[in-house]
């Protein structure tokens, strides 16, 4: 019992000493210039060595100080919030592992060891995925690892593709890779890294992925898993100057972020509204990096990171406080019984909103500035447009139905903002996410961007932004009821409501055409020819060579020939 009491307070204080070093490091880092990497040859074969590499730059130390300062306030939220479960000392090691997994793609540099980190993250999610080990978290967990296996074979046949240059170390190389020969190389890139932050067609499994328990949630779509292929991008942010592929993500990464915002709209489950805006940031993040800004996007991304895991631990704080509800049409007025958790709430979601001086707008604010004065075409632009407007209103819905107004709640529940270690879990990430982003920006960009764009266009930002919000408040304070809507255009709402028909497409087709594959593939293939020409056959005809090879060397020669002899003389007898 005290190891079950005190293990998360261990791990959190091992995880902020972690914190702080690698913080310190970063600034030192950032200011001197300088870059170390450590390598450890673990075997060498004539001109062959494999070789163990990290790397400590600004950019890694900085990533890790984030991911760790995450992790160790997740760890001490878990402590109350998986208290009662009685495998919660697995919990905790699945999440540690999940955090050195992290670690160490975040440190490689080399395409071999961020593999070992990539498949630990896909390995060690689909865990955490199905831990409440029922019918909905087996199929959201198989959702999830099979939408990561195609990144994981993309970052295969990648490694395989670099084995002409001679090594895997990528930091080397990404200067100099052209599309005439590298093309196929980079877009196995830009599909693992899609793969891994959902972007469509592989948007599906992140909503799915809500299965797992609300510090997973926090964690993983923060600073961890769907992060991971925008920080691959950041690495290899390079291959995309002036190339074919550039295009091709912009377009996709902003019909992700659209369709992510007008998903959320028309979602009531309070988690899948969080994983949608999740979604939506993670497509403003890579389609600023294929505009070339890597450093944009990597702001972005340390500054999301921060009130994005402190949206999931309040969620997690109302789900616990009302009866283990996540639909927010059973919540409501929370914020008279649960005012310091509303607060936090409130912050993250203004902050989210891009609401001035807080986290998200130094780094939402510059983006879409930036993106703005870019060569973008119509359709990305308006997709940004009605992105930022979308961001607002379903925002503010949440707030309308949990926060805010009518008591739906049931009357047995008695939600009071009585969980300590919960609250003051989410300290530090409050003070993040106000003021976050200001010192990012301080440290990031000491010389400001020189942004040039006309009044009509600087001010747009904010008239979306206030439409959007308007447009939301009211559709929810008139009480349009999209069941209602439904009736009349069933096709086009359950169509926007559900990802553009994403999960089934994902799910119920595919599953039924691979289920089919794979068994003709079985009986053909595994029962059938490969059974016949495979190990099976060929150990069938060995054993057979090798029993004659025997006869011969037991001197069994003189036998066979007198019975050769014989069957001669007998088929000469019976001629004659």
């Keep these: 019992m005290f190891w079950k009491v005190t293990m998360h307070m261990i791990s959190m204080v091992f995880l902020m000493i972690g914190c702080l070093i690698s913080g310190v490091y970063a600034i030192l880092k950032f200011y001197s210039g300088v870059i170390e990497v450590i390598e450890w040859e673990i075997l060498s074969l004539s001109s062959c060595s494999i070789v163990f590499t990290l790397i400590f730059d600004w950019i890694s130390l900085l990533f890790l100080c984030f991911v760790l300062l995450i992790s160790s306030s997740v760890l001490y939220y878990s402590g109350d919030y998986m208290k009662d479960d009685k495998n919660f000392n697995r919990f905790m090691y699945l999440v540690l592992?999940?955090?050195?997994?992290?670690?160490?793609?975040?440190?490689?540099?080399?395409?071999?060891?961020?593999?070992?980190?990539?498949?630990?993250?896909?390995?060690?999610?689909?865990?955490?995925?199905?831990?409440?080990?029922?019918?909905?978290?087996?199929?959201?967990?198989?959702?999830?690892?099979?939408?990561?296996?195609?990144?994981?074979?993309?970052?295969?046949?990648?490694?395989?593709?670099?084995?002409?240059?001679?090594?895997?170390?990528?930091?080397?190389?990404?200067?100099?890779?052209?599309?005439?020969?590298?093309?196929?190389?980079?877009?196995?890139?830009?599909?693992?890294?899609?793969?891994?932050?959902?972007?469509?067609?592989?948007?599906?499994?992140?909503?799915?992925?809500?299965?797992?328990?609300?510090?997973?949630?926090?964690?993983?779509?923060?600073?961890?898993?769907?992060?991971?292929?925008?920080?691959?991008?950041?690495?290899?942010?390079?291959?995309?100057?002036?190339?074919?592929?550039?295009?091709?993500?912009?377009?996709?990464?902003?019909?992700?972020?659209?369709?992510?915002?007008?998903?959320?709209?028309?979602?009531?489950?309070?988690?899948?509204?969080?994983?949608l805006s999740t979604l939506s940031q993670l497509g403003v993040m890579l389609s600023i990096l294929a505009l070339g800004f890597s450093d944009l996007a990597f702001f972005h991304l340390l500054s999301h990171a921060l009130f994005k895991a402190l949206l999931f631990m309040c969620a997690g704080v109302f789900i616990h406080s009302v009866g283990d509800y996540q639909d927010i049409r059973c919540m409501g007025c929370l914020v008279k019984f649960m005012p310091i958790s509303v607060v936090y709430m409130s912050i993250c979601n203004f902050a989210l909103c891009g609401f001035p001086f807080l986290a998200g707008f130094y780094s939402k604010d510059m983006i879409l500035e930036v993106a703005f004065m870019s060569w973008v075409n119509y359709i990305c632009l308006w997709m940004y447009v009605l992105a930022v407007g979308l961001t607002v209103s379903y925002t503010l819905r949440l707030i309308f139905y949990s926060m805010s107004g009518e008591f739906n709640l049931n009357l047995l529940v008695n939600a009071k903002d009585?969980?300590?270690?919960?609250?003051?879990?989410?300290?530090?990430?409050?003070?993040?996410?106000?003021?976050?982003?200001?010192?990012?920006?301080?440290?990031?960009?000491?010389?400001?961007?020189?942004?040039?764009?006309?009044?009509?266009?600087?001010?747009?930002?904010?008239?979306?932004?206030?439409?959007?919000?308007?447009?939301?408040?009211?559709?929810?304070?008139?009480?349009?009821?999209?069941?209602?809507?439904?009736?009349?255009?069933?096709?086009?709402?359950?169509?926007?409501?559900?990802?553009?028909?994403?999960?089934?497409?994902?799910?119920?087709?595919?599953?039924?055409?691979?289920?089919?594959?794979?068994?003709?593939?079985?009986?053909?293939?595994?029962?059938?020819?490969?059974?016949?020409?495979?190990?099976?056959?060929?150990?069938?005809?060995?054993?057979?060579?090798?029993?004659?090879?025997?006869?011969?060397?037991?001197?069994?020669?003189?036998?066979?020939?007198?019975?050769?002899?014989?069957?001669?003389?007998?088929?000469?007898?019976?001629?004659?």
Excluded at 109 to 134: A, E, F, K, R, T
Excluded at 168 to 177: A, E, G, I
Excluded at 556 to 564: I, Q, S
């Design 418 to 576: 009585t969980n300590n270690i919960m609250i003051n879990s989410m300290i530090m990430l409050g003070v993040g996410a106000v003021v976050g982003g200001a010192y990012l920006s301080w440290l990031m960009f000491p010389e400001p961007y020189m942004i040039c764009i006309s009044d009509i266009m600087k001010s747009s930002i904010m008239e979306v932004s206030v439409i959007g919000g308007l447009i939301g408040y009211f559709c929810n304070l008139l009480n349009v009821n999209h069941s209602l809507m439904s009736l009349k255009k069933y096709f086009w709402v359950v169509c926007v409501g559900s990802m553009w028909f994403m999960p089934f497409l994902s799910s119920m087709k595919n599953s039924e055409m691979m289920m089919k594959t794979s068994s003709l593939v079985e009986k053909i293939g595994d029962k059938g020819w490969f059974e016949y020409f495979g190990s099976q056959g060929l150990y069938w005809k060995l054993t057979q060579l090798f029993m004659i090879l025997y006869e011969f060397q037991m001197n069994k020669v003189k036998v066979f020939m007198k019975m050769f002899v014989l069957s001669i003389l007998l088929m000469l007898f019976v001629y004659i």
């Design 97 to 275: 592992m999940f955090v050195f997994s992290m670690g160490a793609m975040v440190l490689s540099p080399n395409l071999i060891s961020i593999l070992l980190g990539w498949d630990g993250l896909g390995l060690v999610s689909y865990v955490l995925v199905i831990y409440y080990q029922n019918e909905k978290s087996a199929n959201a967990g198989m959702l999830t690892v099979l939408s990561n296996r195609v990144g994981d074979v993309a970052i295969l046949l990648s490694i395989g593709l670099m084995v002409k240059l001679g090594g895997w170390n990528f930091l080397y190389y990404v200067y100099n890779m052209s599309d005439s020969k590298w093309l196929g190389f980079k877009f196995l890139i830009i599909l693992a890294a899609m793969t891994k932050s959902a972007q469509i067609p592989f948007s599906a499994w992140l909503p799915a992925a809500m299965a797992a328990p609300t510090p997973v949630s926090a964690l993983v779509h923060s600073s961890t898993l769907v992060t991971a292929g925008v920080y691959l991008m950041i690495r290899f942010s390079p291959i995309l100057e002036s190339s074919n592929v550039q295009s091709s993500l912009l377009i996709i990464s902003c019909m992700t972020m659209f369709m992510a915002g007008l998903g959320a709209s028309f979602e009531y489950d309070l988690k899948k509204i969080i994983a």
